[in-house]
């Protein structure tokens, strides 16, 4: 993929100070601004081409519609919920975090309010501040040979799971990506909620929040447990239902809760925060040195790999990119998105489109059908010189419209080649191309096969007619009278019928209808 050009980047919260210093060594200029209010952040974006926050920066659809320069949003931490994805793609903005940044950290404090829970440890902590010396009150219970059920078993399930089983606990869990086979072979049984939520002693969560985990832990999932279960949250407000958890702790279905997040923060409603068996904190998760500092190194790096082009790490809205930044995939995006242009300046009259259809030829090729779609669409789409879609926004933007897509690959052809075929009002029209010798080629034209492969750059004028000598020299009079010369000539290997033909020139006619009389169709394009 070209490089993506960020040359000024907003700090918005207080980050390790090795990002702005790496950002610094790779020529990119940083400025920070802590506390701002969002007012304040939305007339001064304006003025950045990247945005670094952890989990206070609110990043609303109002502040990416004022960061006009913006091309990139980094996120020190896990999880996105502070950032209007949605929004940022459709500007065609990438948002990237630091999945495995606080992995240890948040696992680690995870298994310390288990342990909390299980020997009552901030609650004696309390009263012996408090003077007193009350043994029996904090009767525990031991963590060996307890069932600990945990939802979500990305990388911090996983790292809990293995801190756990130290003590001696069976590790059961549900996950609807992460394969069975997978979590057993670091000792985790999965099943079904319906399943796990009866067996567990503990629960612990590890999902992001999203409508399908909003308020997983529930009234009815509470009557499913065992009478006492403990519960730790330390992934996001919400995952468990706050009102219910209260019911539920008060009745003593739920034994204790360890919570670092909330759904508000802080927390106005102080039921939960104050109640004898829950044990909370200010959402410590990734509140370490080594965490800010290993998340702060990462957005940063994952910054300068994407700015200088070398990789794409992290991205949460744009994997159609990740294999765009292997060495030759520039050119192969340049193709994808030329043949675009070529079939929208082919296809003017026909609009709109209804199916754009984009199929990689060649082994080679097999992971790059997704940008070259991409790539296609911006060609399809892009009007004028202005600012257009990338390869960002382009599908969402597509799906908006009404175009359909559809990929396909075929390694089984002996050569590489992209084909885009768009469907307009019943009728299609059909590109087929390379890169040679590094440099994006025209195969062919809506069944017009080029004896010369057209290179695409520069002033290109399409034409469709029967062959004739009379026509080229009528044509190439209709050029000299404009004052365009003629640099470039291939025409189709078919020497009956009407074909295509291509002749690359000086500059763009002024007035195309001066050919119509020529020829059947005819269309120009600068690449």
């Not at 980050?15 to 790779?26: F, G």
């Not at 004696?124 to 525990?140: E, I, L």
């Not at 990338?390 to 359909?404: C, D, Q, R, S, W």
């Not at 009278?481 to 006619?509: H, N």
């Amino acid at each position: 993929m070209a490089p993506v050009l960020v040359k000024r980047v907003l700090i918005s919260e207080s980050v390790d100070p090795c990002c702005k210093t790496i950002l610094q060594e790779n020529g990119i200029e940083v400025t920070e601004k802590q506390q701002m209010t969002k007012e304040e952040l939305i007339a001064e974006i304006q003025n950045y081409d990247g945005l670094v926050v952890r989990s206070a920066t609110k990043v609303t659809a109002d502040v990416i519609n004022a960061g006009s320069n913006l091309k990139i949003i980094g996120r020190a931490g896990t999880g996105v919920d502070n950032v209007d994805v949605d929004a940022a793609t459709k500007r065609g903005i990438i948002v990237m975090n630091t999945p495995s940044g606080n992995t240890i950290s948040a696992a680690e404090l995870t298994c310390a309010l288990l342990m909390s829970l299980s020997r009552h440890i901030p609650q004696a902590v309390m009263s012996m501040k408090d003077g007193k010396w009350d043994r029996k009150k904090f009767m525990g219970a031991e963590l060996y040979g307890k069932v600990l059920g945990i939802v979500g078993l990305g990388r911090i399930g996983k790292e809990v799971a293995g801190r756990m089983q130290s003590f001696g606990m069976k590790t059961i869990g549900y996950d609807p990506i992460t394969p069975p086979e997978v979590s057993a072979g670091w000792g985790v049984e999965q099943m079904s909620l319906e399943q796990l939520w009866p067996q567990c002693d503990y629960i612990t969560v590890h999902t992001p929040l999203m409508p399908s985990t909003t308020g997983l832990l529930n009234d009815a999932s509470f009557a499913k447990c065992k009478k006492g279960v403990k519960v730790v949250n330390c992934a996001r407000g919400g995952i468990i239902d706050e009102a219910a958890l209260l019911r539920a702790v008060e009745s003593g279905q739920c034994g204790g809760a360890g919570l670092d997040v909330f759904v508000e923060e802080p927390p106005k409603n102080r039921a939960l925060v104050n109640h004898p068996n829950v044990i909370s904190c200010p959402h410590l998760g990734a509140s370490t040195k080594e965490a800010q500092a290993r998340c702060g190194k990462d957005i940063a790096l994952q910054i300068v790999d994407m700015v200088t082009g070398k990789a794409l790490v992290g991205a949460v809205n744009a994997q159609v990119l990740v294999s765009s930044f292997s060495p030759d995939s520039h050119q192969w995006i340049r193709l994808g998105e030329s043949m675009g242009r070529v079939l929208k300046a082919c296809s003017t009259s026909k609009k709109p489109y209804s199916q754009v259809h984009v199929t990689s030829l060649g082994e080679s090729l097999k992971k790059s059908t997704g940008f070259l779609s991409s790539a296609a669409v911006v060609g399809l789409l892009t009007e004028g010189p202005q600012k257009g879609p990338n390869l960002v926004n382009a599908l969402p933007l597509a799906a908006e419209t009404g175009i359909t897509m559809k990929t396909d690959h075929n390694d089984s052809n002996d050569r590489e080649a992209c084909v885009v075929e768009v469907s307009v009002n019943g009728s299609s029209c059909k590109t087929v191309g390379s890169v040679q010798a590094g440099v994006p080629v025209l195969l062919e034209l809506n069944g017009s096969v080029f004896r010369q492969p057209v290179p695409l750059s520069g002033h290109l004028l399409f034409f469709k007619a029967a062959s004739s000598t009379e026509l080229l020299l009528s044509i190439t009079g209709v050029l000299a009278a404009a004052g365009v010369e003629l640099e470039s000539f291939s025409a189709s290997t078919a020497s009956s019928g009407d074909q295509w033909y291509c002749m690359g020139i000086s500059s763009l006619l002024g007035d195309i209808g001066a050919l119509k009389s020529l020829v059947k169709e005819a269309a120009q394009l600068t690449v």
